[in-house]
């Protein structure tokens, strides 16, 4: 756990020190949006599998089967499904929502909105259980005291505000990448979960992939692979123009 929030907290670093020497120190919250877009786009490529739904269903196992998590929570896990609430209707809560439905250990349990209209358009859409309670306000699916966790895919500049909420809810929080707009902020987050005994994962499904686990062990051992000594990549994108 240690390692992936040092790296979130280093990315937050360079983000805030590009922010600050290009002179947004008083952005308003148009620019901060637009930076949060930009900032998101920078790790897209590092999760492309994160489209596959299948994959979905393996980040769902592991966030709730990992040895990270508290006790109680794994015990949960092992009685009954984790019910899982989630905040907004954003596009990414659609390919997540698919993999709740086919994971064995968790079910989509509310949905939240900011219209009560939307939010049961958006279950209907995605094939939500008819059983799926549907809110008007984020603040209710938080206030749920069935929901076991939830799940943010809110624009970033929301992220402190109901990750904190939910944290004190007792509510385990799943929240969306990028997962703070600055170190400040993710520092408050963590706080928060911790304070409360609930467990904080951000959804960069890649960083938590057990095909990650084992590139890394691959690499670290001299007699399989050598010594590393550096690693550069090539990225490349395909344009059609017609």
């Known amino acids: 756990m240690v390692e992936w929030v040092s790296r979130w907290r280093w ?19 148009r620019q901060i949006i637009k930076f949060n877009r930009t900032a998101a786009k920078h790790i897209r490529n590092v999760v492309l599998h994160y489209i596959s ?28 499904p984790i019910r899982f609430g989630i905040l907004g209707c954003a596009d990414i809560a659609r390919k997540l929502s698919r993999a709740i439905k086919l994971a064995p250990n968790a079910a989509i349990h509310a949905i939240g909105s900011r219209s009560v209209q939307k939010a049961r358009e958006y279950a209907e859409s995605n094939g939500y259980p008819p059983s799926t309670k ?4 984020y603040e209710e699916v938080i206030n ?5 966790a939830v799940y943010i895919p809110l624009p970033t500049v929301l992220h402190l505000r109901y990750a904190v909420l939910a944290a004190e809810k007792k509510k385990h929080v799943l929240l969306e ?3 703070a707009p600055n170190v400040a902020e993710l ?4 706080e928060a979960c911790e304070a409360n005994g609930v467990q904080f994962m951000d959804s960069t499904m890649w960083m938590h992939h057990p095909r990650t686990a084992k590139m890394k062990e691959f690499l ?11 690693v550069s990549a090539l990225q490349s994108n395909l344009i059609i123009v017609g």
Not at 56 to 71: G, Y
Not at 134 to 137: A, K, Q, V
């Open 11 to 29: 990315w937050c670093e360079a983000r805030e020190r590009e922010t600050n020497e290009r002179g947004w120190k008083k952005r308003n919250k």
């Open 53 to 80: 739904s299948h994959r979905f269903v393996l980040l769902l196992k592991h966030i709730v089967l990992s040895t990270a998590l508290n006790d109680s929570l794994s015990l949960m896990a092992e009685e009954t």
């Open 134 to 137: 549907i809110y008007g306000s």
């Open 144 to 148: 749920d005291p069935d929901v076991d």
């Open 177 to 179: 990448k990028p997962v």
């Open 187 to 190: 520092d408050k987050i963590l």
């Open 220 to 230: 670290s051992d001299p007699q399989r692979f050598g010594h590393l000594q550096i």
